[in-house]
Nanobody, 120 residues
Framework: QVQLVESGGGLVQAGGSLRLSCAAS????????MGWYRQAPGKQRELVAT???????SYLDSVKGRFTISRDNAKNTVALQMNSLKPEDTAVYYC??????????????WGQGTQVTVSS
C-alpha cells in the first residue's frame, strides 16, 4: 500500500506565506509526476502545480510567480511554497502522486488534504 501524508496548512493573513509538504511511503518503486490540487467550498478541485520526476514544472495561471513546487526524489517528498497569499487561495490542498509500485503496477494516490485559509 502507498500513503501520502501532508503537512503545513494553516491560517495566514493576505500577503503571507505557507509551505506545504507531502511525503509518500509504502511499496514504491518510483514516482512519476507529483502535484498539488485544491478545492474551495462549492468549487471543483483544480490543479495548482505539478512537477515531473525530471523536475519539469507547471502552474495554474493564478499562482504563477507566487507558488513554487519542488520535490526530493530520494525521499519521495513534494513541497509547495506559497508566497503572497490571497484570500482566493483559501481551499483544502491535496497532494497527488503517480506511483509505480514494487509489483510494477501504476496508480494515482491522494493525500488526506490540508486546509489553507487566507484572511483579508
Amino acid at each position: 500500500q502507498v500513503q501520502l501524508v501532508e503537512s503545513g496548512g494553516g491560517l495566514v493573513q493576505a500577503g503571507g506565506s505557507l509551505r506545504l509538504s507531502c511525503a509518500a511511503s509504502g511499496t514504491i518503486r518510483s514516482i512519476n509526476a507529483m502535484g498539488w490540487y485544491r478545492q474551495a467550498p462549492g468549487k471543483q478541485r483544480e490543479l495548482v502545480a505539478t512537477i515531473t520526476s525530471g523536475d519539469n514544472t507547471s502552474y495554474l495561471d493564478s499562482v504563477k510567480g507566487r507558488f513554487t513546487i519542488s520535490r526530493d526524489n530520494a525521499k519521495n517528498t513534494v513541497a509547495l511554497q506559497m508566497n503572497s497569499l490571497k484570500p482566493e487561495d483559501t481551499a483544502v490542498y491535496y497532494c497527488n502522486a503517480d506511483v509505480v509500485r514494487l509489483a510494477y503496477t501504476r496508480s494515482q494516490y491522494w493525500g488526506q488534504g490540508t486546509q489553507v485559509t487566507v484572511s483579508s
